[in-house]
């Protein structure tokens, strides 16, 4: 049975820092990407980033790149989006979600290629 959890968020001040984590179960991230997706209120889900299977290639929205880094520990079957210099923009709830299609180096960048998701974490970005 296929599951991602995520933990992580909370409140930060801007330009703070939070690690969200996606711990996966039911499948291994040697043969699956990982995409984070995040989704502020009245606002459509978008990608944030993605790490591919065979080799950890990354991918990064726009208006996170050089902010966030995604990372995966294949023994802990585990992902993390560190997020630094954080912006009231950030604002939203973070998803994790995998495809169970084949990418090889690179990762699924849209939603609808993605099959399972988290529940989502909430990160509040507030002065």
């Known amino acids: 049975q296929v599951q991602l959890v995520e933990s992580g968020g909370g409140l930060v001040q801007p330009g703070g820092s939070l690690n969200l984590s996606c711990a996966a179960s039911?499948?291994?991230?040697?043969?699956?990407?990982i995409g984070w997706f995040r989704q502020a209120p009245g606002k459509e889900r978008e990608g944030v980033s993605c790490i591919s299977s065979s080799d950890g290639s990354t991918y990064y929205g726009a208006s996170v790149k050089g902010r966030f880094t995604i990372s995966r520990d294949k023994a802990k079957n585990t992902v993390y989006l560190q997020m630094n210099s954080l912006k009231p923009e950030d604002t939203a709830v973070y998803y994790c979600a995998t495809s169970m299609g084949t990418y090889g180096s690179s990762c699924p960048k849209r939603r609808h290629e993605y099959d399972y998701w988290g529940q989502g974490t909430q990160v509040t970005v507030s002065s």
């Open positions: 039911g499948f291994s991230l040697d043969y699956y990407a």
